[in-house]
């Protein structure tokens, strides 16, 4: 029974130490910016990793969404006569949740395990502690610039999600299912603000960008240098990820929609 | 790869962010680049606003002609006063014109349409239009009839 209280406890403050490591771990990769003729490059590098090559998926599912949201979207709205909605229920969804969630849920899935992994095989492989033992700072030549380009590279994901699934949806409504064009498009813009609904969920994909990014290269700065170890670390960066960023969103909307 | 292949790739995944940004703000969100500089200020005093709100349109012939900016409650009259942005091409609405507010559709926004009058004289910016007519309460509608006042 002691053993068990104990064991609990322990738990407990694994949990807690391991936050304050990762709080730790983001001050000093974010503190160290290494010079911009260095850490440029690396950024660069970095952003076509886990920004460019993530783009087919984004696009693609981007697509599909917007074209089932198209296809629900009239099913519903078509029995109350009003199918010239679809516009600006595509638009809305999109732009305030589908979009800045769905593609960090992608990239979770996309670039932050491979950020875990590839981070996770250089510690299993002692190259961080070599880059240690030659005065290289691994936090600013590894870690600083795969942060930052999750950072950067996820609201232009997001929107560029967003885009494609209008599309996506204008393909279904208008070319397919045959609503008037001018009121798709009339409709969208009168009811999407672009403070109130583009900017805010801009905002919620740079934050989903970086906590994504930080639980990423945390897990596999942090994980057992074990091919155990990092498999489990990968598995934790996805699972973390979602659900940090499914609860975020619940709060930034409360926050940003909630009319209190 | 070779690094200048690596930045021209980036360079145009930085670009078509720019252009999703951009088709969101012009195409999704129908921000126009015309600034708020290019319309004027009209006023209309109404007794019930009903359902209307700011960023309503307000419309003229079923013209989109300007949006309303503010409604706020004037203490002294306790009617509501309404500030109507009015783009700056439409600037001869004839003196005795009148602000109704209308209903699109059976459940639709609530806007303002604008009846036009026939003085010669023109609205200059800042004026208050003379005749207005409030929404149509269709709850008080009924029970008015329905007490026989």
Redesign the interface.
């Known amino acids: 029974m002691i053993d068990r209280i104990a064991a609990f406890g322990r738990s407990g403050l694994d949990v807690v130490s391991s936050i304050g490591r990762a709080g730790r771990f983001l001050a000093g990769a974010l503190a160290g910016v290494p010079r911009p003729s260095v850490g440029f490059p690396l950024l660069l590098r970095q952003l076509y990793f886990v920004g460019v090559l993530s783009l087919a998926i984004v696009v693609v599912s981007g697509l599909f969404i917007g074209m089932v949201l198209g296809l629900q979207g009239y099913t519903i709205l078509s029995d109350y006569g009003s199918e010239a909605a679809i516009g600006q229920m595509i638009a809305l969804t999109l732009v305030r949740e589908l979009g800045p969630v769905v593609t960090a849920l992608l990239f979770a899935g996309r670039a932050g395990s491979a950020l875990t992994a590839e981070i996770g095989l250089m510690k299993a492989t002692e190259q961080l502690s070599s880059m240690e033992m030659m005065g290289v700072d691994p936090l600013r030549r590894v870690i600083a610039p795969r942060l930052w380009a999750g950072f950067i590279a996820m609201p232009i994901l997001a929107m560029i999600f967003s885009v494609v699934g209008v599309w996506g949806g204008m393909l279904v409504g208008v070319d397919w299912l045959g609503v008037f064009e001018g009121a798709f498009w009339g409709n969208m813009q009168n009811s999407v603000d672009f403070i109130d609904d583009v900017l805010n969920g801009i905002i919620k994909s740079v934050v989903f960008g970086f906590v994504c990014a930080w639980i990423a290269v945390y897990q596999g700065y942090d994980c057992v240098p074990t091919s155990a170890g990092i498999s489990s670390a990968t598995t934790k960066t996805v699972v973390y990820s979602s659900l940090a960023v499914l609860g975020l969103d619940f709060v930034l909307t409360a926050v940003m929609f909630g009319d209190f | ?1 070779a ?1 200048r292949t ?2 021209v ?2 360079g145009l ?2 670009i ?2 720019l252009a ?2 951009l ?3 012009l ?5 126009s680049p015309k600034s708020d500089g290019d319309r004027y200020a009209l006023y209309a005093n109404f007794n019930d606003t009903g359902g209307l709100a700011p ?1 309503g ?1 307000v419309s003229m012939a079923g013209v989109t002609i300007g949006s309303i900016r503010s409604i706020v409650l004037d203490p002294e009259t306790f009617q509501a006063r309404v500030e109507l942005a009015i783009d700056a091409g439409i600037d001869n609405i004839p003196a005795d014109s009148a602000a109704v507010i209308r209903t699109s559709g059976l459940l639709g926004d609530q806007y303002i349409d604008i009846s036009v009058g026939g003085d010669l004289e023109s609205l200059e910016p800042g004026d208050t239009f003379y005749s207005t007519q409030s929404a149509m309460n269709l709850e008080r509608l009924i029970s008015n009839f329905a007490s026989g006042r």
Not at chain 2, 27 to 31: C, D, E
């Open positions: 790869m690094q690596t930045e790739i980036v995944f930085m078509a962010g999703a940004l088709f969101l703000a195409q999704v969100s129908g921000l960023r349109k």
